[in-house]
């Protein structure tokens, strides 16, 4: 069974474009095999659709990872709101 995979963001540096793993049943095996650092959150789509560790997968499926989406800045504080009027 050959699954091929697909990175977006800073994950791109770690999967080459084109890559494939091969005897995974889940999400979760292939994933591991990728080796790749610790980064925090990684969302999971097998074929477009959301997906998780323990999601089965098929031969020919397309596993795109992508970062968790974190950042932003902190809510303003109330007299910060007050001041801009």
Known sequence: MVIS???AGILKQHIEPGTTVENVRTVGEAVEQLRLPQSGELI????GKPAYWK???SDGDTLSLLPGISGGS???RRSDHIADT
């Open 5 to 7: 995979i697909q990175a």
């Open 55 to 57: 999601t089965e997968l």
């Open 74 to 76: 902190p809510p303003r």
């Open 44 to 47: 999971m789509l097998v074929n």
